[in-house]
């Protein structure tokens, strides 16, 4: 039996890799600098790997922003716009592939971005035109190689699977499907096997989660097609197919038949699969079985992972297994010895935790108890599992009777407005007396260095509980005086004293804990820190009132109270792998129901609950969809409803496309949404407005992605197309995501021109009024 890791976390324990990204982008440090980090940082992960007694360490896991991108570097897939930087420094081409260009008089836009598949993780998508060539552009994938290799390891480099890299783009134009470049593009594959093979690589892990989810006839005789080229090249190279996420459910027989070495599955996501993949797997070929959770940061229960892994051997004996984490530890934080504060993470619930580091030593663990290795030590490591799994089962700190029984307790009626949106919106245009295309934000504004600075100081205790108020208090009433002045109608406070839109709340939640430097990667340079979820949610007191009631108490205009929402919250922590989704999920909006009434009494009459996640929660398995739209919908509805008719509830959703779960959104019956939309120049509301979408919504007008600053009228132009196919009536006006990424100096020029570009289309659709 062997021990197989699928990819280890790139950012650094310390986040060494976003700091010297940060710095080479802001022109602080050289790109020498950036590449002696990735470097350390790349040698220090195979080291720990080597030492710890994994027998297949990846390589080019590694990643400057992000490893589709990488893929699309390696195989020459640069759309035509970077050709003016194709000939130049290789670095600044990816990076304005990655993040735009604004320099030498070029103006390039980024690619675009998206989730990778249900993670809280983005990628940068392939982009593929019709006449779409491939060549073997950049050799990161065989210099990583070679890099370990002289470092003293025999890695397995890990490349996206062709199929899957293909489906994970998007066609630039019409009359032709992706998955029709294959013929193309697996000429470069074959190169690149070819270099690595030369170079003395023995396994090499072809990723293609696409086999976890429903595959069309194409899609199935393109994996058959690539892997038997594969084969018939290179007879001699084990190959690793590696799947994740979700189980290979009907593709069960299509990946089985596949003429690789090894089969990589998730049992952590479905242990059930185990038997029906036994049941198909011929004879030559190894399994992978990922039963430490590399998305999660429990404990690995031993005698669980022990009882899957003997139901294998019986089977097909020990050679043929690998022990492994169910997919790339890119989704967990990386060292649980980091956290040190024993008052927030106390000793009781961290000795039910493994982070990245933690995970790779219960891998060899479990491969010792199953192979029969290291006995005494092994065995002592498995008391201790035992011990620590029970008293998590058993802790006090888990159940709260009161919070089960109120969710036993909610009627139909706690998750419904009071009245229909027609009577809704009559009473909030009288309240509010908004004009036509109001102006709004969608919540935060920039978080400088400066304010994260004051955080960090009140935290380390360099300034006081005061000092530290005192300086937001003067952040946010600068922030309302511009929103004053520049003309907005519905203002933000800002959310200077939030470090991210779920952490807070974690914080400040009962069954939520939270780390120091629990930090994953969440796109490009920027990282989040997901809160723990171990027991019953509830809400102690109110998280927002002081910060939003103080915002109101500055001006006469509305404020908005800004909410996260039950299905974010729950999608991006490290949620209860003991009870099902939805019942953490429901509590939570039990706990966000009390923040928006305790925001409603204190005198908030528009209150806006994100819910960026509700899509990328969305099961990979279509079947699976209904169930989780009906929870998850009903949990914001339960968040939504305990208010009066008069005020006015927001919702705002990023990142996805919307278009399949359009009735669902509408189910949510928000008064106003607000939707990313500017990248995709308006083709969004399309769906919107074929469905009739009855309620308000606010198409963002700028990307606020990017630096870029639009002008008034290009948002006029996007205020037509919206206008065009809505009722200029149901209209709002704002960028399409919170602008705490951005500079003030980039933020008050755009709003400037965004409340322009809002007050000319008023004069325009002026009859609309009546
Ligand atoms: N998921 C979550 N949880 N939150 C989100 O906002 C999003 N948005 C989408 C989808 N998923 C999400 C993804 N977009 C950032 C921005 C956008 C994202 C994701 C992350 C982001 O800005 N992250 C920050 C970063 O990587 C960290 C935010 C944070 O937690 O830089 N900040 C803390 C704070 O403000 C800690 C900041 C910090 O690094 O308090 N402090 C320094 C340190 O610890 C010290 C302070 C200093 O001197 O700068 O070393
Ligand atoms: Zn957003």
Redesign the pocket.
Known sequence: MRTNNLGYPRIGGN?EL?KACESYWAGKSPIEHLLQTGKDIRLHNWNLQKEAGIDLIPSNDFSFYDQVLDLSLTVGAIPPRYDALKNGNIHDLYFAMARGYQQNGLDLTAMEMTKWFDT?Y?YIVPEFYKNQEFSLFSTKVIEEFAEAKAAGSITKPVLIGPVSYLLLGKEKEAGFHRISLLNKLLPVYIKIIEQLVAQGAEWIQFDEPFLALTLTEEETSALKQAYALIKEKFPQVKILLATYFESLAENTALAASLPVCALHIDLARNPEQLDAILDHLPENLSLSLGVVDGRNIWKNDYQKSLKLIDRAAKKIGKERLMVAPSCSLLHVPCDLVAETNDTTLTPEIKQWLAFARQKIDEVVVIKQLANSENITDAANKLKANIAACESRKTSVLIHNPQVKERVGNITDADARRNSVFEMRKALQVASLKLPLFPTTTIGSFP?T?E???W??QFKKGDLTQKQYEELLKKETEETIRFQETTGLDVLVHGEFER?????YFGEQLQGFTFTKNGWVQ??G??????PVIYGDVSRPQPMTVFWTQFAQSLTARPVKGMLTGPVTILQ?SFVRDDQPRAETCTQIALAIRDEVADLENAGIKIIQIDE??IREGLPLKKDDWQQYLNWAIKAFRIAASPVADATQIHTHMC?SEFNDIIKDIADMDADVITIECSRSQMELLDAFANFNYPNDIGPGVYDIHSPRVPSKDEMVHLLKKAAAVLPASQIWVNPDC?L??RHWDETKKALTEMVAAANEAKVLYAEALV
């Open positions: 986040r976003k809280n983005h978080q260095a304010v994260r600075g955080r960090a470090n991210d839109m779920v952490e969440s796109y340079s920027r990282c989040v820190k997901p991006w960026p996640a990142y919170g705490k990424t």
